[in-house]
């Protein structure tokens, strides 16, 4: 298998909001993590606004939504709550899977269930984001929300 290499600039301190949210959410038992694509792109768009419904109103109690951008970056917090969680849960925007390969970086036995958003859904998006309504875009996340809910969390 091939990989990159990267180097991340560390940095002192950590976001207040983000360890405040995590030091909340450190459960016993511990709660699902749910990882998302974060991309720019309208399926990471989908992707994001799926997960969010999925941590904040459909499954809140059973789950816990991860930053992406703390938890690969930082061995705090937010990565404390994917090495913690019951399971984890990656909602890729599309098959190139940025998150779960990100957090297999830094969590190199991380073995998430992934669920590709673009295949729960039937229209084929286009990468921009200025090209698909609200609409459109609250349709497809509550469609792959209510699928994976019903599917990997309250079976």
Same mark, same amino acid.
């Given at each position: =298998?091939? /990989? &990159?290499?990267?180097q991340?600039?560390?940095i002192e301190?950590a976001?207040? +909001?983000? *360890?405040?949210? @995590?030091?909340? %959410?450190?459960t016993?038992p !511990?709660?699902?993590a749910?990882? @998302?694509? *974060?991309?720019?792109?309208a399926?990471?768009e989908?992707?994001?606004?799926?997960? %969010?419904?999925? $941590?904040?109103? =459909?499954?809140k109690?059973e789950?816990?939504?991860i930053?992406?951008?703390?938890a690969?970056?930082k061995n705090?917090?937010?990565? %404390?709550?994917?090495?913690?969680?019951?399971?984890?849960?990656a909602? &890729?925007?599309?098959f190139? @899977?940025c998150?779960?390969r990100?957090m297999?970086g830094?969590l !190199?036995?991380? %073995?998430?269930?992934v669920? +590709? $958003?673009?295949?729960? /859904?039937? *229209?084929?998006?286009p990468?921009g984001?200025?090209?698909v309504s609200?609409e459109t875009?609250s349709?497809? $996340?509550?469609?792959?929300? *209510?699928? #994976? #809910?019903?599917? /990997?969390i309250?079976?």
């Amino acid at each position: =298998m091939e /990989y &990159e290499t990267i180097q991340i600039r560390k940095i002192e301190g950590a976001c207040g +909001l983000c *360890e405040e949210y @995590s030091e909340k %959410n450190i459960t016993t038992p !511990p709660k699902i993590a749910i990882l @998302s694509c *974060e991309g720019a792109c309208a399926r990471g768009e989908v992707s994001r606004r799926a997960a %969010n419904l999925i $941590a904040h109103e =459909m499954a809140k109690d059973e789950t816990v939504r991860i930053c992406l951008g703390g938890a690969f970056t930082k061995n705090i917090g937010q990565r %404390n709550l994917v090495r913690r969680a019951e399971k984890c849960l990656a909602i &890729e925007g599309c098959f190139v @899977s940025c998150a779960t390969r990100m957090m297999q970086g830094v969590l !190199p036995d991380l %073995n998430p269930e992934v669920v +590709l $958003a673009d295949t729960l /859904y039937e *229209e084929s998006l286009p990468f921009g984001i200025d090209e698909v309504s609200d609409e459109t875009f609250s349709t497809y $996340a509550r469609q792959v929300a *209510e699928k #994976v #809910v019903g599917t /990997y969390i309250k079976k």
